[in-house]
């Protein structure tokens, strides 16, 4: 795979120098501009040596609200005090380590997180010198979740009860009643996906378990991955042995290279356990599994952009219909499922689909795992049920940091915007007011949501893995103009609403931050918002809007507060 090989080049080399290149070329029997076509793409890459220290802070939610603008600053500040070139300080996109915001990375290789301009002018002095930052991995630790249905042991006993009886119609029956649904953010019923790829035509298939999280505010699959690998690869061999599948991949984000280790690791041990390979536990299956590090990217988490850069190409998202599940990697039948996802299966076949639907509440189905951060007193990835409370959960992670009151919430990082503490009815869909809001109260109590599909659903609203709270000293307006520069700068370009409207979001945005949005400009934006929802061609350009439309139309104090109160 040529994206791997490259990888490999910059491993070793600390970037892609001309004469690999044409090695690779030679090697692969590939036209050296097919190697550019790729290396030019990926944010992984480096076609230039790199400095002697090259410091990337994140700017994103969690990490803007910790004061990423003025830390970046700062560090700008004590890499001009070095020779010119030598030291190079810029922003990157979310490193997944939220809840350690002020989140960087050193070298591409080491990851800090609670980062002040102190440690960092540090780790600069140290890295200039030739050592090697102390990183601040997440180590594995007991997960103490209903999830992990082993207590942190590695037994596949879920396995071995399926190959004692491999009755795949009756698995897909177990999981249809368990309810569990796809934990990346679209929420399709699993047995629905395993189901068609099972039933599709062809003695070739393919399992991709998606773990590039690449979400702001999203980190619960680093967790799972690190703490208990043994899930995902339990989950990816029966997926594969159910839907006939003999070959699978884990394709992880470069930036997580504790779970990268952790994974390879246990499936080097589950192979020399007899797990993978060629017989598996002596009943005869077979089933293979490896990694694939992705080369970088926010858009690369859609499944077909995914399945672009297994392929060796760019990995922008691809027209569908046809879909995955027919025509996915190498245009074979692919179950495409997220470590969540996967990591539920175990358990369902160990105690029944019954055992999980039945741990939600207030008629909700089943339990997922949640990232919280931002002003809360404990961020973090907590395990709770489907049909909480957003009230609920915020108790769970602590309730508001320093006794703030809380102002808005992001239910799916920024993907599906903002939303205030009280929503006036009027912004919300008739069924759900009647049905949720008590006759004549002008508001709804977002804490009084219920977190699940369907809530959720009838309120027109997103519910992701990403949970990001913000409390009473918050200018919307600018969390807002943040949101959109992420999408703005993790947009493929494949498509022109996306690219072109991208760009118009934030200059917007900013207009409007800065006190200058001239008369008509705030229709235009939602105007704007709702061509790119409408005409991109995935979900990228079609929720980039999402923050910036929402404020507008839920945050109306803020927005008159940076135009000198004029109306709305």
């Known amino acids: 795979m040529i994206v791997q090989e490259l990888q490999k080049i910059q491993e070793r080399c600390g970037w892609l120098p001309p004469e690999e290149l044409v090695g690779l070329s030679t090697r692969l029997a590939v036209p050296l501009h097919r190697l550019h076509e790729v290396a030019s793409y990926y944010p992984l890459y480096r076609l230039k040596p790199p400095p002697k220290v090259d410091i990337k802070v994140c700017r994103d939610m969690a990490c803007h609200m910790a004061g990423a603008s003025r830390l970046r600053a700062e560090c700008e500040a004590v890499a001009a005090e070095y020779p010119a070139g030598e030291v190079a300080v810029s922003g990157v ?4 380590r939220c809840d350690g915001a002020v989140a960087a990375s050193v070298n591409d290789h080491h990851y800090l997180t609670r980062q002040t ?29 209903k999830i992990d249905v082993y207590e942190g042991r590695p037994e596949y006993r879920a396995l071995a009860k399926w190959l004692s009886n491999p009755d795949a119609a009756a698995l897909l029956k177990e999981l249809e009643a368990s309810g569990l649904r796809g934990m990346g953010g679209a ?11 099972r039933g599709a035509p062809g003695a070739t298939k393919y399992v991709v378990c998606n773990a590039d999280e690449s979400e702001p505010g999203t980190f619960k699959d680093r967790e799972l991955m690190i703490s208990a690998p043994w899930l995902v690869v339990e989950g990816i061999i029966l997926a594969g042995l159910v839907v006939g599948a003999g070959r699978g991949w884990i394709y992880i984000r470069h930036e997580y290279p504790e779970a990268i280790d952790a994974v390879r690791a246990e499936i080097a041990r589950a192979r020399s356990a007899g797990i993978l390979g060629s017989n598996i536990l002596g009943k005869g299956a077979s089933f293979e599994l490896d990694v694939f590090v992705s080369p970088g990217g926010y858009v690369q988490g859609e499944e077909s952009a995914l399945l672009e850069a297994m392929e ?8 569908k219909p046809p879909f ?13 499922n997220n470590v969540e996802t996967l990591s539920w299966v175990p358990g369902i076949i160990i105690h029944g689909g019954a055992w999980y639907r039945d741990m939600g509440t207030r008629g909700a189905t089943g339990m997922r795992l949640v990232s919280i951060s931002g002003d809360v007193a404990k961020p973090g990835v907590y395990e709770v049920p489907f049909g909480q409370t957003m009230r609920e959960l915020l108790e769970t992670a602590g309730g508001m940091a320093g006794g703030k009151a809380f102002k808005a919430v992001a239910l799916s990082g920024p993907s599906g915007g903002f939303y205030p503490a009280r929503v006036p009815v009027g912004e919300l869909p008739p069924p759900f ?14 804490l ?10 009838e309120m027109a609203a997103m519910l992701g893995a990403a949970c990001v709270v913000y409390d009473e000293t918050r200018d919307m307006v600018d969390q807002a103009r943040n949101a959109v520069e992420f999408y703005r700068n993790e947009s493929c370009g494949k498509c022109v609403p996306c690219r072109v409207g991208g760009q118009k979001l934030v200059e917007m945005a900013g207009e409007l931050a800065e006190g200058r949005s001239p008369p008509g400009r705030l229709e235009l934006i939602r105007d704007l918002g709702e061509t790119m929802g409408i005409t991109s ?11 910036v439309t929402s404020l507008l139309r839920y945050f109306p104090a803020d927005v008159g507060a940076v135009r000198g109160g004029r109306p709305t």
Do not use: M
Not at 93 to 96: A, D, K, M, P
Not at 117 to 144: D, F, M, T, Y
Not at 537 to 547: F, M, T, Y
């Open 448 to 457: 009084d949501l219920q977190l699940d599909f369907g809530t959720c659903g």
């Open 433 to 446: 007011v009647a049905k949720r809001v008590p006759a004549g109260q002008p508001y709804f109590e977002i």
């Open 93 to 96: 996109s979310c490193l997944g």
């Open 537 to 547: 061609i995935c979900g990228l350009g079609q929720v980039a809007s999402n923050p």
């Open 117 to 145: 301009a102190e440690a960092l002018r540090a780790v600069i002095a140290s890295a200039h010198a030739g050592n090697a930052p102390h990183a601040h991995h997440h180590k594995a630790k007991p997960l103490g979740f």
């Open 187 to 197: 929420g399709f019923p699993t047995f629905r996906k395993w189901g068609a790829v």
């Open 324 to 336: 995955p599940v027919f025509q996915g990697l190498f245009g074979k039948p692919t179950v495409i």
């Open 312 to 319: 060796d190409r760019r990995g922008e998202p691809r027209n």
